[in-house]
């Protein structure tokens, strides 16, 4: 059943995932946009920039937990790329309990009560001429921690079903060059 909630999480993460990378390519779209009218046409309005803003910010929030999900984050190689491969899935453990899972948490619970909803409250928006709404963006950064607390919990199920032997997990750790 855990394998199965892991499964999921690993599924809309994924999507997430691919979401991210069309942001990005819209984001740099916008920004060329933006430059022509700008530069080519002598056009000046701020809510291209902001827009260019809000869907690398999207971008990030929403990559994170796919980031994980692909073992994509930085390790620390002093110790990780010195120990047995059990040794690894503990550590990915105690990093993913103790650091990730608590802050994670705390950020998404913060940014959602002190940032998204008295954003929400009031129906922000930009103060520049032309700005955009604020308060889509915000709610991306709660959204983001959620999913990368949703992963982390999916990483801690797959990491002990890889110690009992139910599934097996590529922890290959490919070291730097020096």
């Not at 937990?65 to 899935?89: E, K, P």
Request: charge should be negative; aromatic fraction near 14%.
């Amino acid at each position: 059943m855990l394998l199965t909630f892991s499964h999921a999480v690993d599924t809309v993460n994924r999507w997430f995932g691919q979401l991210a990378n069309v942001l990005i390519l819209l984001a740099c779209v916008v920004s060329a946009g933006n430059a022509l009218l700008r530069y080519g046409f002598d056009l000046s309005n701020n809510w291209p920039l902001e827009l260019q803003w809000y869907l690398f910010g999207a971008a990030v929030m929403l990559g994170t937990s796919y980031t994980l999900q692909q073992n994509g984050h930085v390790r620390v190689d002093i110790i990780y790329g010195n120990v047995s491969d059990r040794a690894r899935l503990w550590i990915d453990i105690f990093g993913l309990v103790v650091f990730l899972l608590p802050a994670c948490a705390l950020f998404a619970w913060l940014s959602w009560s002190t940032l998204f909803l008295p954003s929400w409250d009031i129906l922000e928006h930009s103060s520049n001429a032309g700005g955009l709404p604020r308060y889509p963006i915000k709610f991306i950064l709660p959204l983001g921690f959620f999913m990368l607390v949703l992963q982390g919990l999916s990483e801690l199920v797959k990491r002990f079903a890889a110690l009992k032997g139910d599934i097996q997990l590529d922890t290959h750790y490919e070291r730097p060059e020096q």
